[in-house]
Nanobody, 120 residues
Framework: QLQLVESGGGLVQPGGSLRLSCTAS??????ITWFRQAPGKEREGVSCINNRSGSTTYADSVKGRFTISGDNAKNTVYLQMNSLKPEDTADYYCAEILVCALTVRTVIQWGQGTQVTVSS
């Protein structure tokens, strides 16, 4: 079965850190984008990585705080999130995409999502 599985979400205090994982089962994705969706807001792209070249892209809102990386041997992409803010609270989804971009238009398939809550 071809699927993406996220893990690593949870509750963290402002200024804290979390690491999300996205593991592909049954295939090796060309590129992965992490998206997030807060209640009442549209889903937005956070960061993407081209698993072939290693090139990465970040949304302005997370630059300098989030780091995306991949482990091709494990078919897993990570999103290290540091200096978390309450506005980072959202459901986070990883997606296989055709082209490394922060848009839903090139998404091939989605993971099930993992919740991140930043609160004191």
């Amino acid at each position: 079965q071809l699927q993406l599985v996220e893990s690593g979400g949870g509750l963290v205090q402002p200024g804290g850190s979390l690491r999300l994982s996205c593991t592909a089962s049954g295939f090796t994705p060309y590129a992965i984008t992490w998206f997030r969706q807060a209640p009442g807001k549209e889903r937005e792209g956070v960061s993407c990585i081209n698993n072939r070249s290693g090139s990465t892209t970040y949304a302005d809102s997370v630059k300098g705080r989030f780091t995306i990386s991949g482990d091709n041997a494990k078919n897993t992409v990570y999103l290290q999130m540091n200096s978390l803010k309450p506005e980072d609270t959202a459901d986070y989804y990883c997606a296989e995409i055709l082209v490394c971009a922060l848009t839903v238009r090139t998404v091939i398939q989605w993971g099930q999502g993992t919740q991140v809550t930043v609160s004191s």
